[in-house]
């Protein structure tokens, strides 16, 4: 697989109201995991829709594993401005992974219109990509439940690799991760 789009959920449906939360320090070494496995695996392009939260901070792993990887990283915007209502430090954010990004792109060439927006971009980016990893628990519903529904719906018809990911493999990691930290000292 050379191509993989990126998802999840998005900070506040996590309880997380900044990136100086601890948890999102563990969020972004659990995905800069995943991103390098399956960077030796021949992944060369990450692909995310400039969301908030599980996208974005994929956004900064991918940026992490150029060096050593060679990942590149696609952020490909339902339409314009989707930032313009974030506040500063959320769109400072936004910018600096921008600034790492290898190809950076709109589906619609206008301001908002609506939903369908959202709809037409999961869709333009399932057909340009191999495979998804998608960071959802049915348990704690959220944005993430229309993209499930979505990439379900198109590996039925194609050749598709879906990777979801719950909270509770995240737990795992973190779990292994802190105890190899306390063991290693």
């Known amino acids: 697989m050379k191509t993989l789009y990126v998802t999840g959920y998005k900070p506040f449906e996590l309880n997380i109201y900044n990136n100086a939360q601890p948890e ?8 800069q995991e995943r991103l390098r496995q399956y960077a030796e695996e021949g992944l060369e392009w990450v692909i995310i829709s400039g969301q908030l939260g599980m996208e974005l901070w994929a956004g900064e792993a991918a940026i992490r594993l150029k060096k050593n990887y060679g990942l590149k990283l696609a952020v490909i915007t339902p339409f314009l401005d989707h930032t313009s209502k974030w506040n500063e430090d959320n769109q400072r954010y936004y910018d600096k992974i921008m600034s790492g990004a290898d ?11 609506g939903g369908y927006m959202f709809k037409a971009a999961t869709d333009f980016i ?14 704690r519903e959220g944005s993430p439940k229309y ?3 979505a990439v379900v719906d198109f590996a ?8 979801i990911i719950s909270l ?8 292994d991760y802190l105890s190899n930290q306390w063991e290693n000292g």
């Open 24 to 31: 999102v320090k563990y969020l972004k070494l659990f995905l």
């Open 156 to 163: 039925d018809e194609n050749d598709y690799t879906m990777d």
């Open 126 to 139: 399932l057909n340009n990509t191999e495979g998804a990893v998608i960071i959802y628990d049915d348990d």
């Open 103 to 113: 190809f950076v792109s709109t589906v619609f060439e206008q301001p908002y219109q």
């Open 168 to 175: 509770d493999d995240i737990s795992v990691f973190i779990n």
């Open 147 to 149: 993209t499930v529904r």
